[in-house]
């Protein structure tokens, strides 16, 4: 696949199949996340696994639980409390797999590099017909101690981006973009 088509052909994917995404695969997509560029070619990025749509599921519940009763209130939470409070709503959409780019400081520019290494994430699954959606919500639920403990973080690893994977159920169709501005010297 040719990498602008790649790139205008990538959507954010809220509904699965139940297919599971084999190691293997996942394995390739690491591969070619770790081909971004980093800082001074730190690298400074490591990756947590979690396979398992029912597991998925569950860590969902307790996610919401965190945002709606324990995190702090946001404006972004506040006005997403309605559809977090719905206990049909999947944080995870179903999906059978969720990969956590985690930054490993002390590199200053870690979280650019992590944020470089889910981009070519996302497009390389895209280009094995599979999809992908970075799942920002998660985030604050993944720092707690607790969280970590369980998914067996270490200390160092900072989760930055929490990207699930599957097959489509249907292709979503394009979001619009905004004209950018552009100030041209
Ligand atoms: C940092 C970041 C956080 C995001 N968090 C979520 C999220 O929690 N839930 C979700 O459904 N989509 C999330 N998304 C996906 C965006 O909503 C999506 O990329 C955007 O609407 C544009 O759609 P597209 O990816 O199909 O072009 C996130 C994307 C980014 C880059």
Redesign the pocket.
């Known amino acids: 696949m040719d990498v602008v088509e790649a790139l205008k052909g990538?959507?954010?994917?809220?509904s699965y199949t139940g297919e599971t995404v084999s190691r293997d695969v996942i394995t390739s997509l690491i591969d070619a996340a770790i081909a971004a560029p980093s800082a001074m070619n730190l690298q400074p990025w490591s990756f947590v696994v979690v396979e398992g749509a029912e597991r998925l599921r569950e860590m969902s519940s307790r996610a919401k639980d965190y945002l709606l009763t324990g995190s702090p209130s946001t404006p972004s939470f506040l006005a997403s409390r309605e559809v977090l409070a719905d206990q049909d709503f999947n944080?995870f959409?179903g999906a059978p797999c969720l990969v956590i780019v985690c930054a490993r400081p002390p590199s200053r520019q870690a979280m650019e590099d992590c944020?470089l290494a889910a981009q070519n994430l996302m497009l390389a699954a895209h280009a094995q017909g599979l999809g992908s959606?970075?799942?920002?919500?998660?985030r604050p639920w993944l720092e707690l101690n607790q969280t970590r403990t369980t998914l067996g973080l270490l200390p160092d690893q900072m989760p930055v981006?929490p990207i699930v994977l599957g097959r489509p159920t249907v292709m979503?169709q394009?979001?619009r973009?905004h004209r950018p501005s552009i100030v041209w010297n």
Do not use: V
């Open positions: 990538r959507r954010a994917t809220r944080l959409y944020c959606c970075w799942i920002g919500f998660a981006a979503p394009p979001s973009r």
